[in-house]
């Protein structure tokens, strides 16, 4: 059993910044991807950031520049800092792992980021 779990989520000013932290748990043998997703209301869930093979990461174009992923390996653990928040990134975020041998995705339960004035 997986377990995969969110925290960081909150109400922030524009300009602001928040740590989304994603921290797993459970029967991880082989990691094939790790990162994040967002959907907003009325969306479809959309690619935030991501771990992809051999280390390397890919980024959705709105959030570059202005987002980091990073992750402690020996935790399965994986982070986002997220600088220079707009309105329009207002979203669930959730954690996804997804696991080789059978591949196989696990979510989290999601957290709240709402960027206002």
């Known amino acids: 059993q997986v377990q995969v779990v969110e925290s960081g989520g909150g109400l922030v000013q524009p300009g602001g910044s928040l740590r989304l932290s994603c921290a797993t748990s459970?029967?991880?043998?082989?990691?094939?991807?790790m990162g994040w997703y967002r959907q907003a209301p009325g969306k479809q869930r959309e690619l935030v950031a991501k771990f992809i093979s051999f280390g390397n990461t890919i980024y959705d174009d709105s959030v570059k520049g202005r987002f980091t992923i990073s992750r402690d390996n020996a935790k399965n653990t994986v982070y986002l800092q997220m600088n220079r928040l707009k309105p329009e990134d207002t979203a669930v975020y959730y954690c996804?792992?997804?696991?080789?041998?059978?591949?196989?995705?696990?979510w989290g339960q999601g957290t709240q980021v709402t960027v206002s004035s």
């Open positions: 459970g029967s991880i043998f082989s990691i094939n991807t």
């Open positions: 996804n792992l997804q696991l080789n041998g059978p591949r196989r995705d696990y």
